[in-house]
């Protein structure tokens, strides 16, 4: 496990992507290890990517996920789009090879998009400002694919637990209570997750599998599978480091919400997947801890000695950061399926 920079050749600093260890994150008496703490702060402040091991997954159930996820994307291409996302107003569903877009340019993945299972909120009683309550709704899953719902939904529970006790670590890390972010994640938590298939060979795409983005919550928890193609973009490097696959090791990184509550002490990286080699399958499910769609993500007041590193937040005016967790999100979703945008939200275009 490596949590330290290293050197180049050249003497300029090169970033390693942390491996750190789940279960030693608390002492014997459950308060959290000072060690675990420290290298949770040095991965979170300086590279903004980790991964980490031994974080609860039941014996095959990271295989289980895969295997239903490889089946259900070999499936016939009608049967994938039945469940298209273009029939969703909550964006939720089926997307197909290149219809998801990042930078404006065409993902060679296909995926399904789900987040909790909820009511839809009438379109009647949605105030302005408050636009994010379209992502709110049900899902949409193969009928004939029972277990493909039932082992995805079983995940994201595991993942939830996850991410709490992970936020819980960071803030005492930087100096919090472990409670701090607790009002903004009680009620009806808006987590969002992925089962993705990235293809090789899309000419329209060429090498994006996605391309460079930041993620737009708090916490992301990936899995991704043994082929590789992930790469990060730390804060003040030019180079991009890949992050080597781990067997059930989840990779995690920060979003936007952390670096606009921490002044850019906590970053949310830039990173990309690179699409694999025609005929090369790639499966990875990535899941977004996230609030409620009604939050607002207050600045945190950071220890002096913590505070002086803050970076500010990133300045880019064609993608601001907002502190609503549900604006940000659906500025998100907006750009990400324009056509879904188009057919159910025409007013949100060009946000």
Not at 184 to 200: E, T
Not at 212 to 223: E, K, Q, V
Request: net charge negative.
């Amino acid at each position: 496990m490596t949590s330290a920079p290293s050197a180049s050749a050249a003497g300029e600093a090169v970033l390693d992507i942390p491996v750190l260890d789940l279960s030693t994150m608390r002492s014997p008496d459950g308060s959290f290890a000072p060690e675990f703490l420290d290298r949770l702060r040095h991965a979170a402040h300086h590279v903004g990517f980790f991964q980490i091991v031994n974080y609860g997954a039941a014996a095959g159930q990271v295989d289980e996920l895969f295997r239903v996820t490889a089946e259900f994307f070999a499936r016939p291409e009608e049967e994938k789009l039945a469940l298209h996302n273009q029939n969703s107003p909550h964006y939720r569903g089926y997307s197909s090879v290149g219809a998801e877009r990042t930078q404006g340019r065409p993902d060679s993945r296909e995926q399904i998009d789900f987040s909790p299972d909820r009511a839809p909120v009438p379109a009647e009683q949605i105030k302005p400002g408050q636009e994010y309550w379209h992502l709110q709704g049900p899902n949409q899953w193969p009928s004939g694919m029972p277990e493909l719902e039932r082992t995805a939904m079983a995940w994201t529970a595991l993942m939830d637990r996850v991410g709490e006790d992970l936020l819980k670590a960071l803030c005492v890390a930087i100096g919090l209570d472990e409670d701090h972010f607790a009002e903004p994640f009680s009620g009806d938590r808006a987590w969002m997750a992925k089962l993705a298939h990235y293809v090789g060979g899309v000419k329209e795409a060429g090498s994006q599998g996605v391309g460079l983005h930041a993620d737009y919550g708090f916490i992301t928890l990936l899995l991704q599978d043994m082929v590789g193609g992930l790469e990060v973009r730390p804060y003040g490097q030019d180079q991009w480091l890949p992050v080597e696959p781990i067997h059930g090791a989840l990779v995690v990184n920060l979003g936007e919400m952390l670096e606009v509550a921490t002044n850019g002490y906590l970053m949310a990286t830039i990173h990309r997947v690179i699409a694999p080699d025609e005929g090369v399958d790639r499966y990875a499910v990535p899941f977004f801890y996230s609030p409620r769609l009604d939050a607002v993500i207050e600045p945190v007041e950071l220890p002096a000695e913590l505070a002086a590193q803050a970076r500010g937040v990133s300045d880019d005016p064609a993608n601001p950061m907002l502190a609503s967790f549900g604006s940000n999100m659906l500025k998100g979703f907006v750009r990400a399926h324009p056509k879904v945008t188009e057919k159910f939200h025409p007013e949100l275009a060009g946000r």
